[in-house]
């Protein structure tokens, strides 16, 4: 409808921009701010230089070279804004926008909101600027420009110029006052002209007139304060205010200014960059931060500013620390809100805000109307209000509501990101690092800021409170401080910053009242090897850091636990200072706070260490100085110490390591009678002027006693922190001491490295039941030390005692009579407490009798006690002196003991056979594992025997010993010990060894085989006869049997020895029978036998022509039984020489791996050779000997199956292009048994269908056929049908060429008709739908042939038969021979009347009446039948005369080929078939079009093309379409090609994995069902051929393998096929496949396979039902 037509009139709402300016102008106050904004949009621009000029000129009556001439009213004195950054195309965009800001999505800008640069309508009404050749104009009046425009813009060209002079003349001499060149303008020149009076009369925007002097002070305002305004930007460097005075013609005069200053241009850069972080848009999710310091210089005016008064310079050095952090929100969420939360705080360096405080004030990049009451300038990107006047703060809107989420910006900002920068401030404030300092010019902060920062000025910078919303920012950087661990506290005593975790925080007044001795104690604080200072806190800072979590303050707990980690080193006086600051003036204080410091005076000088009882050094208490003497180097408490007195009154039950002197001080002298370092050794001896501890040199063993004790308290203090130690008293039970560990009775139990025997000793009675609470509060820390601190206890007290030394054998012998003195002590000991002899039983404290002079083996003189009860050391009275020295020079160590020291070893004569057994084993352990005779001729053979033998005149006398002990009963004959004694002869006459350990001997089972080892073995070989021979017989000894002796000796060196001894060692494992070849379930020592005979080169082959014997294992003989199969067997046979024939070693060496036909392994490796050289007369004898030997081969089920997948039985395999079997099948290849073949005797119902093996395997018994359970026999019902249609199309084809058949061919016809009908009743057996399958495939096929020799379909019996034209039934014989052969029933039907009256009743051939009821149940589902049952036809193939005969051959042969076909097996590997580009490009319309298009199959070059298959794509399927395309389209043909190919590509020693279809379909698809055949390989390399054929256009292929799957179709399988000819585009195999699953229709749609059929097919099937 037209608008005139229209009965609405427009009616909208509108602002005019003049009412909307002067609405912002009421948010932006008239002042300084204006120009705040002009500085915030230069900084946004990038602009380095800010000029603002004050020009009080007037350009009127100039001329007319004016864009309009009202616009002469605004051509008196302006305010002029000059900045060095060039405008761009968006920037003149976005500064039309009003109150939409271009800025607002970049982060990089400061101003957001749009509304800025309209504060400066405050000033004029007609705005404009200009930038490189453009001039704009604004007149939201409409008042002032041509045609009555808001605004506009002029392109400056020199015609312009020229045309407009009198309008660009103040932009001119403003550039020219500002030094920067025009047209065009490097830069953007903005200029305001001033609104006088009557101007502001008419102002719809501002009523205000501003006349030149009110902008010269607001100037001087701005000016005021211009440092700071250059603190947080990003870009501006200087900023500049020029006047110029009315009438003034000179240049303009500087009334002041701010600049930034660094040390050189390199620093200017590396400030810029710095300045430049929030413009710097990093990744989602990323933060940075950065750190700069510069100085700022200032003008300002001294006075007003006036003509001719100079101005005051300051300058100031700022340290900028920023921080840029990711909110966290996803980058698709739209708001105005940034991304990233930005924070900067600037520190000022100088002057020192302890001089000059600093008032705290809130920036967003400029300055804000905001006091924080904070040290130090804060800025971050707030969300402000429009004004910029004030934050952004919570209403009562909803959380979600865009008002609460800039609040929640602000809080976050608060809480998070600004503590974190200004902790950031304060660590550079603290350390102010070189590269800070490199950033300033040489100044006056040079020297202060090079040293180190004061303390005063560091608190000074320190938030004590804060005021409005910043209130909460004091308490947040103290917990980020302790949750970062800042270096900002300073420690008086190292003189530098440490972080939280390294001081103890004090308040001022309470660290005053110190004395300079606790201060010094303090000052030595360490806390896990890390110093722990003290800070005094000013007290304005106490109560901020009071309840941080991690602040840790001074007191009696925290010194305590700092001083026990690290034990600094103290003087006595700051020690008892702190002792009192501990425990309290009155002494007060618990206990507990003491243990674990070296704080207690000492009488001799220095400090003791505090302790609870036994964990440390006793200290010993008493007033009378005189009774140190009583414990020479012990530490007493000095009694005239401050200590002394203040813990005299509660010292009694104090729990300290503090003990009144008593009779137990005996044990502590120990370390003045055996060198400490001696501690947990075992034995000393003197070694000419040497002392050897445990074979060390006893002068170097001091070191390595403090290595050792280095270590362990080490791995000690690992175990503390785990937790106390088992030995530690439970804490339920007060005063509860540690138990005492005892020493066992048993020698299996007795260790001599036990070191815990002595520290685990408590050296007093204290009980603590009177302890007090002190006891009870000890912390868990020191509990957990437990008696893990042992072994500090002792180190610490061997330190105080005078040790003695001993490093020669003089010493040594002064060591051996103080510790004759000291058992004698201990002998004495009545006082109640810890034994004695525990406390040094790991000190080699025990003295031995000195053995004779012809001592043979050297003994020690001193042992310890674990060490005597571990060698079992003898007493010297129980022995005569004759038997002693017999025990002596074979090193039996013998002690003089006393009453306890005899107890606690538990010593009796009973004990003599342990105690020679412990001397020869530390005999052998002496003895290197390795030696062995130098006349020893075979060191393999030797190699496991350790020589562990003595001398026949050594072993004698001990012998006789030990045999008297045996008849005397001390020693029971039956004992095991006396078998580890080297006391029995061998039969070299020469040592005598022990009888275990079993490697020191050997033992035989039978004189024999001592016979056969002695030339090697003679000084192993035990002595049966002599004095040995009793010894043995006295024990009742005797030899062992054979499989051991064969396990421990025979087995591990069979692989060395001579013909003659391999030969008897198998004839001994053969007479142990099956039970070392019994896996699982034989003995391991005879699994050892057995597995010798496996893998030992026991096969030993004399030396020819001088050369030396070599050796085969078992596994690389074959069995001499095969010697008649050498040639099948290879050229590499190998039988085993004559003396290994003998039946008891054949059987051995067949367990043992002899390659014997009879093996699965060995014959299936022959097959398979057999298989790659194609031999048929190979083939034959192999099987052959297979069949004659089937009752003996016991073989499991798998190696039959891998038998019969290999191409190694004879058959004809062309046999289905015969219209008749073969009547003597003839081999013409080899096949496999899981392929389509089948016995020779089948050959009539299955000779089209199946390869036909040779009729010798009609002979094979039926099981072992039956282990081949691939092979077609009986043949399938299937295969029978689909043999019948073939053989019926063959003889149709064959009469076509030839005419009617003879009577003999129609004989012949006739008995392969009668017996697939035989093998056909089997279909009353199968399912109905199989049933049906056939009926209708079968119904209407003419195969059945009658006398005459025609063809006729069983549906034509039907209706003759139903037509009652026959009466016999299926028991009636044959026709007499006058009787007149039976018509076809066609024929008679044709010629019904009197011819058949002629001819007589039509009668049913005689060998199809036994089939009758066959017949007719065959043909009845199909006579009713309108539709014509589909079949697949094949055309026929392209001519085969394009490919020559070599090329035919040429397949998969790499040396000519240019084409690759890579397929990817199942188990990732790749098979590559190669091929001839201009073979598939002459066989192929679909090759040729690739190789000839250019594509990348195509290009040429030297390396083949690759194409890379589908992963559905198999390896035979490829091979078989490739022979198709080489062979002349014969695709039969082609399939014996691919067989044979593939496995050409296994080669001989390639397990035979068979290819397998895959059906996995590309993008994603869905899964298609996989068919089942009866023949399951030929059936999926079929559809993949089908698949194969699809793809690359080849018809003929395609329809012949659609005519082969027909042929295998099932109802199983029916559903699944029609998926993949449907797929595959198979019309014809998928009409086949509807056709009958509309005649199965009530079978098949019940099942789940109906549902998961694709619907398409579906539709077919359902449709084509409705229409029939």
Not at 321 to 331: K, L, Q
Not at 376 to 402: G, Y
Not at 469 to 492: C, H, M, N, Y
Not at 1122 to 1132: I, K
């Amino acid at each position: 409808m037209a608008s005139a037509e229209a009965p609405w009139v427009k009616f909208s709402q509108s602002e005019d921009l003049t009412v909307r300016l002067r609405n912002i102008l009421h948010d932006y106050a008239f002042g300084p701010g204006v120009f705040r904004e002009l500085l915030q949009n230069a900084d946004d621009a990038g602009a380095r230089r800010l000029v603002l000029l004050a020009d009080g000129n007037s350009y009127a009556g100039h001329g007319t070279g004016l864009l309009d001439a009202r616009l002469e009213a605004w051509q008196g004195p302006a305010i002029c804004a000059f900045n060095d950054a060039e405008f761009s195309d968006s920037d003149f965009d976005g500064i039309c926008r009003v109150g939409a800001s271009g800025k607002r999505g970049d982060e990089s800008k400061i101003g957001h909101y749009g509304l800025g640069f309209n504060a400066t309508y405050h000033l004029s009404d007609v705005v404009s600027f200009v930038s490189r050749d453009r001039l704009c104009i604004f007149d939201p009046h409409e008042t002032h420009l041509p045609e009555g425009l808001p605004g506009l813009q002029l392109q400056l060209g020199s015609a312009e110029i020229q045309s407009y002079r009198a309008q660009l003349l103040p932009f001119e001499s403003a550039a020219r006052a500002c030094g920067a060149q025009t047209w065009p303008l490097r830069g953007a020149l903005f200029r305001l002209p001033l609104r006088n009076p009557e101007l502001a009369s008419r102002s719809k925007i501002c009523p205000e007139s501003h006349s030149f002097a009110d902008m010269l002070g607001v100037l001087h305002d701005f000016l005021h304060n211009s440092h700071e305004l250059l603190l947080f930007l990003q870009s501006v460097e200087s900023i500049d205010v020029l006047v110029c005075d009315e009438g003034s013609t000179g240049p303009a005069r500087r009334i002041g200014g701010a600049s930034v200053r660094t040390a050189s241009q390199t620093t200017v850069e590396l400030l810029r960059k710095e300045r430049r972080l929030f413009t710097a848009a990093g990744p989602a999710g990323s933060q940075h931060a950065a750190s700069y310091a510069f100085a700022v210089e200032t003008d300002t005016p001294a006075k007003s500013g006036a003509a001719g008064e100079g101005t005051i310079r300051a300058t100031s050095a700022w340290l900028v620390a920023a921080r840029c952090e990711s909110d966290g929100r996803p980058a698709d969420q739209e708001d105005e809100l940034p991304r990233r939360r930005c924070a900067a705080v600037a520190m000022r360096l100088w002057p020192p805000v302890a001089d000059e405080p600093l008032p705290g004030r809130a920036f967003c990049f400029l300055p804000l109307s905001l006091d924080t009451g904070l040290p130090a300038h804060i800025s971050a990107n707030f969300a402000l209000t429009a004004n910029r006047r004030d934050l952004w703060r919570r209403s009562d809107d909803k959380d979600t509501s865009h008002s609460m989420k800039r609040a929640a910006w602000n809080e976050a900002l608060l809480a998070g990101t600004l503590p974190r920068v200004y902790l950031d401030a304060l660590e550079l404030r603290a350390t102010v690092s070189t590269r800070v300092i490199e950033l300033l010019p040489e100044g006056p902060w040079d020297a202060p800021l090079r040293a180190l920062c004061l303390p005063a000025e560091l608190w000074g910078q320190w938030p004590s409170s804060a005021q409005a919303a910043f209130a909460q920012l004091p308490e947040k950087l103290a917990g980020e401080i302790f949750t970062r661990g800042s270096a900002v506290f300073w420690d008086d005593a190292m003189q530098r910053f440490s972080p939280p975790k390294a001081v103890l925080l004090c308040s001022e007044t309470e660290y005053a009242r110190f004395s300079a001795s606790l201060k010094s104690a303090l000052s030595k604080l360490r806390v896990a090897g890390s110093h722990r200072g003290v800070v005094a806190l000013p007290e304005l800072l106490s109560p901020l850091l009071s309840d941080v979590k991690g602040a840790v303050w001074l007191s009696a707990k925290t010194v305590s636990t700092a001083f026990r980690s690290t034990a600094p080193v103290l003087e006595r006086e700051e020690a008892e200072e702190l002792v009192a600051y501990l425990l309290g003036p009155a002494g007060t204080g618990p206990f507990t706070a003491l243990h674990g410091l070296k704080l207690c005076p000492l009488a001799g000088g220095g400090l003791g260490l505090f302790e609870k009882p036994g964990l440390a050094e006793e200290l010993w208490w008493t007033e009378d100085i005189e009774l140190c003497e009583l414990l020479p180097g012990r530490q007493f408490v000095d009694p005239s110490s401050a200590t002394f007195q203040l813990l005299k009154k509660r010292i009694a039950n104090a729990p300290l390591n503090v003990q009144l002197l008593n009779a137990k001080a005996v044990p502590l002298l120990l370390p003045a009678i055996v060198p400490p370092s001696w501690r947990g050794k075992r034995k000393v001896c003197s070694a000419a002027e040497e002392v050897l501890v445990d074979g060390m040199d006893a002068k170097s063993l001091p070191a390595v006693h403090v290595q050792q004790e280095a270590r362990g308290s080490k791995s000690r203090g690992a175990s503390a922190k785990s937790g106390p130690k088992a030995s530690v008293a439970p804490a339920g039970r007060r005063g509860a001491k540690a138990k005492k560990p005892t020493l066992s009775c048993g020698p299996a139990s007795m260790s001599y490295d036990d070191d815990d025997a002595w520290y685990d000793y408590e050296g007093d009675d204290y009980d603590g039941e009177d302890c007090g609470v002190e006891q009870r509060q000890e912390s868990g820390a020191v509990a957990q030390r437990g008696y893990s601190h042992a072994r500090e206890k002792t180190a610490a007290d061997e330190s105080a005692v005078k040790a003695c030394t001993c490093a020669t054998a003089a010493e040594l012998e002064g060591v051996v009579r103080r510790c004759e003195l000291l058992w004698r002590v201990i002998e004495h000991a009545h006082e109640k407490g810890a034994d004695p002899v525990q406390l040094v039983s790991d000190l080699p404290c025990v003295p031995l009798v000195e053995a004779p002079s012809n001592q043979l083996v050297p003994l020690p003189r001193l042992v310890s006690v674990l060490e005597a009860r571990r060698c079992n050391a003898l007493a010297a009275e129980d022995f005569p002196q004759r038997d002693r020295e017999v025990l002596q020079r074979c090193g039996v160590p013998f002690i003089r003991p006393g009453k306890r020291l005899r107890g606690a070893l538990g010593i009796n004569k009973s004990l003599t056979l342990a105690a020679v057994q412990a001397a020869f084993a530390e005999r052998w352990q002496q003895t290197p594992s390795g030696e062995e005779e130098t006349n020893m001729t075979n060191s393999r053979l030797h190699q496991g025997l350790r020589p562990r033998r003595v001398p026949c005149a050594e072993a004698a006398p001990l012998r006789a010993l030990i045999l008297e002990l045996v008849q005397k009963r001390i020693i029971p004959k039956d004992s095991r010990e006396l078998e580890t004694l080297p006391i029995f002869e061998t039969l070299g006459g020469r040592f005598s060894v022990p009888l275990v350990p079993v490697n020191t001997r050997i033992m035989t089972p039978n004189s024999e085989w001592d016979e056969a080892l002695r030339p090697q073995f003679a000084d192993y070989l035990l002595q049966w006869e002599g004095e040995t021979g009793k010894v043995l017989a006295e024990l009742g000894r005797e030899r062992g049997s054979t499989s051991s002796f064969l396990s421990e000796f025979a087995a591990a060196r069979v692989g060395l020895f001579d013909q003659a001894l391999c030969v008897k060692f198998l004839e001994d494992v053969a007479a142990l029978g099956n039970t070392p070849w019994k896996r699982p379930g034989a003995p391991k020592e005879l699994e050892k036998v057995a597995q010798s005979c496996i893998d030992a080169p026991l096969v030993v082959f004399p030396g020819k022509d001088g050369q030396p014997p070599f050796r085969v294992r078992c596994s690389d003989v074959c069995d001499p039984q095969d010697a008649a199969l050498a040639q099948v067997l290879g050229d590499s046979v190998v039988f085993p020489p004559e003396a290994y024939c003998g039946p008891l070693s054949l059987t051995v060496m067949r367990r043992a791996g002899l390659r014997s036909l009879s093996d699965e392994a060995v014959f299936l490796s022959v097959a398979q050779r057999v298989e790659h050289k194609s031999g048929i007369a190979e083939a034959r004898a192999l099987l052959r000997h297979l069949g004659e030997r089937h009752e003996t081969v016991k073989w499991p089920s798998k190696a039959f199956a891998a038998l019969s997948k290999l191409r190694i039985f004879p058959a004809t395999t062309n046999a289905m292009r015969r219209p008749l079997p073969p009547e003597n099948p003839c081999s013409s290849g080899l096949v496999a048994l899981d392929g389509p073949c089948t016995l020779a005797k089948n050959a009539n119902v299955a000779w089209t269908q199946l390869h036909l093996l040779e009729p010798s395997f009609d002979e094979w018994p039926q099981t072992l056929l039956r282990r081949f359970g691939a092979m077609k026999d009986p043949v399938p019902l299937e295969t029978v049908v689909a043999n019948m249609l073939d053989a019926s199309e063959i003889w149709l084809q064959q009469d076509a060429r030839q005419g009617p058949t003879c009577a003999e061919e129609t004989a012949k016809r006739q008995a392969i008709v009668g017996q697939n009908l035989q093998a056909m009743r089997a279909i009353s057996q199968r399912r109905h739908a199989t049933q049906t399958m056939v009926q209708h495939r079968l119904g209407r096929a003419a195969f059945v042939v009658l006398d005459d020799g025609s063809r006729v379909k069983p549906v034509d019996i039907f209706a003759a038969l139903h037509a009652a034209c026959d009466s016999g039934s299926e028991d009636e014989g044959a026709h007499g021979g006058n009787e007149e052969a039976p018509r076809a029933p066609h024929a008679e039907k044709r010629k019904r009347g009197s011819a058949a009256s002629r001819a007589g009743p039509w009668t049913l051939p005689a060998y199809l009446r036994p089939h009758r009821r066959l017949l007719l149940t065959v043909a009845g589902p199909t006579v009713s039948a309108q539709r014509q049952v589909p079949t697949v036809i094949v055309g026929a193939p392209p001519a085969d005369s394009i490919v020559p005969d070599f090329i035919r051959e040429s397949l998969n042969r790499p040396e000519l080929a240019d084409v690759e076909f890579v397929v990817s097996a199942e188990d990732g590997a790749a098979q590559t078939v190669f091929a001839h580009r201009l073979v598939l490009a002459a066989a192929c319309e679909h090759f040729r079009r690739v190789f000839t298009s250019g594509l990348s199959e195509g290009i040429g070059g030297v390396a083949r093309c690759r194409i890379d298959l589908p992963a559905w794509v198999s390896f035979r399927p490829l091979l078989w379409m490739l022979a198709y395309l080489y062979r002349g389209y014969d695709a039969q043909a082609a399939h014996e090609v691919a067989l044979r190919l593939e496995s050409a590509a296994k080669g001989v020693s390639a397990k035979d994995t068979p290819t397998r279809w895959r059906h996995d379909l590309e993008g994603g698809r869905r899964r298609r069902p996989q068919p089942h055949f009866v023949d399951e390989e030929s059936g999926e390399d079929l559809c993949c051929l089908l698949r194969l054929a699809e793809f690359y256009g080849l018809e003929h292929l395609g329809r012949w393998a659609e005519s082969r799957l027909q042929a295998m179709m099932t109802p199983e399988n029916l559903l699944a096929l029609s998926t993949h000819a449907y797929f595959c585009n198979a019309s014809q195999l998928l009409r086949v496949c509807v056709y009958n699953m509309q005649v199965l229709y009530a079978d098949l749609a019940s099942g789940p396979e109906w549902e998961e059929l694709d619907p398409a097919i579906r539709e077919l099937v359902l449709v084509e039902c409705q229409d029939s």
